[in-house]
């Protein structure tokens, strides 16, 4: 296994964890709080409020700031060229001469000699 796939693989399972987790904290926390009172923390209204509420902020920033990327990005990078530079140049290219190099032939292969008919033994 290379080092990408166990990366991977460990993703994978955190993610399943986090998202069991997070359904049975939004789901069930109520039966679990029931039959652990050591976790009686608080209402569990409160505790679904915050479950809710810190997913949707860490998306909403999430969001924000690739858009605050692409907004760098774009007053970062210098603007392309105009199309009517970009055709002219391309225009001379094509007008400038080439300097002609001096063509050298290329050796021939040795042809087999071919026998004549006649020059049976």
């Known amino acids: ?13 955190v993610c399943v964890l986090v998202a069991i987790c997070y359904t049975v904290g939004l789901f069930f926390y109520k039966p679990i709080v029931d039959a652990i009172p050591a976790l009686n923390i608080g209402d569990e209204g409160v505790v679904r409020f915050w479950l809710v509420a810190i ?4 998306a909403f920033v999430g969001i924000l700031m690739i858009g605050a990327w692409i907004g760098w990005t774009m007053a970062t990078t210098p603007p392309p060229k105009p199309i009517e530079e970009i055709t ?4 001379e290219k ?24 006649s020059d049976k033994p």
């Open 1 to 13: 296994m290379s080092k990408d796939q166990a990366i991977g693989g460990a993703i994978l399972v």
């Open 55 to 58: 997913p949707v902020f860490i």
């Open 88 to 91: 002219s140049e391309m225009e």
């Open 94 to 117: 094509k007008e400038e001469p080439k300097p002609e190099e001096p063509v050298t032939p290329a050796p021939a292969a040795a042809a087999p000699e071919k026998k004549k008919k």
